[in-house]
Nanobody, 127 residues
């Protein structure tokens, strides 16, 4: 079972940037698509971004497209989420997740497509 540990969350003002990181254990990190999800208070967990195993394909939620960027370093077993131009509606707990496939597919944008999750890191954007 892979372990995923997120870091980098915090309290920032509107328009600021944050970079989240997720460190994965094990030797199979480079085999799988990795994703980021978020959950705001009183709301369901929602998809944010995903990156294929090789890093060649990305997929973003419309709400973050153009502001967020997902990247990975397979040599270091890490995946990052660069978040720019943050808005109050970006406030949530952000979760790193490992998909059940190497590429992007119909399940990439849904929680059902992922089998391992981190504990989450809080991002709060203050106006």
């Amino acid at each position: 079972q892979v372990q995923l540990v997120e870091s980098g969350g915090g309290l920032v003002q509107v328009g600021a940037s944050l970079r989240l990181s997720c460190a994965a254990s094990g030797r199979t990190f480079s085999w799988y698509t990795m994703g980021w999800f978020r959950q705001a208070p009183g709301k369901e967990r929602e998809f944010v971004a995903a990156l294929s195993s090789s890093g060649s394909s990305t997929y973003y939620a419309d709400s973050v497209k153009g502001r967020f960027a997902i990247s990975r370093d397979n040599a270091k077993n890490t995946v990052h989420l660069q978040m720019n131009s943050l808005k109050p509606e970006d406030t949530a707990v952000y979760y790193c997740a490992r998909a059940q496939s190497s590429g992007l597919n119909w399940a990439t944008g849904t929680a059902n497509g992922y089998d391992s999750w981190g504990q989450g890191t809080q991002v709060t954007v203050s106006s």
